[in-house]
């Protein structure tokens, strides 16, 4: 979860505390700047770590010397958490963000079921404040396609991360979105 510290990441956290695929493990990355406490959470249903900025600091520097930790962006703080995690498959979420109790389970499903298969999506809802529908996101695969238009919210994919890993993907830090 890349998690600017906002309220909304107790929803984020609960989502997938809910949800029926088993043995998930969420690295909070904290991309705001500040420090970012814990978030409370079932710790008989899910481990949940905080994922703190890397300080690059100068040879000179000691110990004892105080740095603020940076503000990420999206892409940095994505960055982050892929260095991080240590699963078999991944899945990105934003901390204003909630997947509906199956969304990892049909997901998982789709990545057993072939092998060969990097990544898995489904469609999802975009939902404003009150539970208003918003939009849908839900478009069958053409590579053509994403070239012009994300289809694909970043929770909609689930992926092999050895395959992610392998490849050496990463999300180019200048570019904000998308």
Known sequence: IRSMNRPSLKQAIASLAAQSYP????????????????????????????VDPVVQL??????????????LGRSAAANQGLDACNGRYAIFLDDDDHVSPRHL??????????????????????????????????????????????????????????SVRVAGACFDVNLPVF
């Not at 100068?58 to 503000?71: F, I």
């Not at 009150?130 to 929770?155: A, F, K, T």
């Open 23 to 50: 043995n998930i493990e969420v690295l909070v990355v904290n991309a705001s700047g500040a420090a970012h406490p814990l978030p409370a959470h079932p710790p008989h249903r899910l481990a949940v770590r905080v």
């Open 58 to 71: 100068g040879s000179e520097a000691h110990s004892d010397t105080c740095q603020a930790m940076p503000r």
């Open 105 to 162: 389970e049909r997901l998982v499903e789709a990545l057993q079921s072939d092998g060969q298969a990097v990544a898995a999506y489904s469609g999802v809802r975009v939902e404003g404040a009150n539970g208003q529908w918003v939009r849908d996101y839900d478009m069958p695969w053409e590579p053509r396609r994403l070239r012009g238009v994300n289809y694909l919210p970043i929770h909609a994919v689930l992926f092999r991360l050895h």
